[in-house]
C-alpha cells in the first residue's frame, strides 16, 4: 500500500491567494483527518471525516478555511484567502473504523509545508 | 493549562542511553495512552499504545502509564542513532474517540 498521499510536498504563496491542499487516504479508511502542526501550538485537529461526511469541524480555524471529501479517495483543504499566521505544516491522516484495526492507529502522510509570505 | 503537556525539548543523550520521555494531562477521562515517533519532514507513526493504567513492553521501548497521577512515560533502553526524532504523546477519552496530541519532545542520540 502506498499509504497516506498528500500533495503539494511544499508550498509557498503570497498573502491573499488561495490555497488548495490534497489528500488520498489508504484504500478502505473510512475516517480521514486534518491536522495542522506549528512550533508553538503543536499537532492540532481542524476537521474529520467519516464515510465523506464532516463530522467534527470546530478545530476550523476560521471561514477562511474549507474541507470537502467528495468520494472516498479523495479530500481538499482550501483555504482563501491565505494569511502569513497560515503558514504550517499540514497533516492528512486516515484510519480504518473502530474494531478493524489497531486501536488509535493513525497513518500520516508526509505533510505539506505551507509557507505564506 | 493545557490539556496535555510534555517535557520540554530538545533532549540530547549518547547512544546506549537510557532516555525517559514524559507527559502529563489535565483530563481524568483519558483512558487510552499512545506514543508516536515523528521523524524529521514525516508524518507521526504509532509506536505504542495502552489502555488504562499499567506497562507496556515492546523490544527496547517500555510505556507506563499512571492515571492516579495522570503521568505517562515512554523509556526507550539501549538508544540509537536512529531513534532521534520527536516523540508525542497522544490520549483519548474513549475507544476511537479524537486524540489530544502532546507538544512533542526532540530527542537527539549522539553516535
Known amino acids: 500500500d502506498a499509504g497516506v498521499i498528500q500533495s503539494p510536498r511544499h508550498e509557498v504563496t503570497e498573502m491573499g491567494q488561495e490555497v488548495t491542499l490534497r489528500c488520498k487516504p489508504i484504500?478502505?479508511?473510512?475516517?480521514l483527518f486534518w491536522y495542522r502542526q506549528t512550533m508553538m501550538r503543536g499537532l492540532e485537529l481542524l476537521i474529520y471525516?467519516?464515510?465523506?461526511?464532516?463530522?467534527?469541524d470546530s478545530g476550523m480555524p476560521e471561514d477562511r478555511f474549507s474541507a470537502k471529501m467528495p468520494n472516498a479517495s479523495f479530500s481538499t483543504l482550501k483555504i482563501q484567502p491565505s494569511e502569513p499566521r497560515d503558514s504550517a505544516v499540514y497533516f492528512c491522516?486516515?484510519?480504518?473504523?473502530?474494531?478493524?484495526?489497531?486501536?488509535?492507529?493513525?497513518?500520516f502522510g508526509s505533510g505539506t509545508q505551507l509557507s505564506v509570505l | 493549562q493545557k490539556e496535555v503537556e510534555q517535557d520540554p525539548g530538545p533532549l540530547s543523550v549518547p547512544e546506549g542511553a537510557i532516555v525517559s520521555l514524559n507527559c502529563t494531562y489535565s483530563?481524568?477521562?483519558?483512558?487510552?495512552f499512545m506514543w508516536y515517533r515523528q521523524y524529521s519532514r514525516k508524518g507521526p507513526e504509532l509506536l505504542m499504545y495502552?489502555?488504562?493504567?499499567g506497562n507496556k513492553e515492546d523490544g527496547r521501548f517500555t510505556a507506563q502509564v499512571d492515571k492516579s497521577s495522570k503521568y505517562i512515560s515512554l523509556f526507550i533502553r539501549d538508544s540509537q542513532p536512529s531513534d532521534s526524532a520527536t516523540y508525542l504523546c497522544?490520549?483519548?477519552?474513549?475507544?476511537?474517540?479524537?486524540?489530544?496530541f502532546g507538544p512533542g519532545t526532540r530527542l537527539s542520540v549522539l553516535p
Open positions: 491522516a486516515s484510519r480504518k473504523t473502530m474494531g478493524q484495526g489497531p486501536l488509535g492507529k493513525l497513518f
Open positions: 484504500s478502505g479508511h473510512d475516517y
Open positions: 471525516f467519516n464515510n465523506n461526511v464532516p463530522i467534527d
Open positions: 483530563n481524568s477521562a483519558f483512558q487510552y
Open positions: 495502552t489502555y488504562s493504567s
Open positions: 497522544a490520549m483519548s477519552e474513549g475507544y476511537g474517540q479524537n486524540f489530544v
